[in-house]
């Protein structure tokens, strides 16, 4: 089992930055991908905006690719998802989400991210 708590969330101006923190802890070991996904208001599909492999290869959409970086610190099981540039669009509830190699997955319960115009 593993229990994944997001952080960092807020209001920011367009423009601005903010630094999300997803704090896992239980049986994280065997990960196939960390990922961070975002559900826009209205929206009932979740979309992926950013993930790191366990290898360490990243990926991201182009509507983020170049403002947005995912990074993971191992020694304190965290993964952050650093966001610049912000833009209203960026708005939605940002969630964390772990697939391990024996395909169980995992969700956070997310954080809020406001950009105002």
């Known amino acids: 089992q593993v229990q994944l708590v997001e952080s960092g969330g807020g209001l920011v101006q367009a423009g601005g930055s903010l630094r999300l923190s997803c704090a896992a802890s239980g049986s994280t070991f065997s990960i196939n991908f960390i990922g961070w996904y975002r559900q826009a208001p209205g929206k009932q599909q979740r979309e992926l905006v950013a993930?790191?492999?366990?290898?360490?290869?990243?990926n991201y959409p182009g509507s983020v690719k170049g403002r947005f970086t995912i990074s993971r610190d191992n020694a304190k099981n965290t993964v952050y998802l650093q966001m610049n540039s912000l833009k209203p669009e960026d708005t939605g509830v940002y969630y964390c989400?772990?697939?391990?190699?024996?395909?169980?997955?995992?969700w956070g319960r997310g954080t809020q991210v406001t950009v105002s115009s």
């Open positions: 993930r790191i492999t366990s290898g360490g290869i990243r």
């Open positions: 989400y772990y697939l391990l190699r024996d395909s169980r997955n995992y």
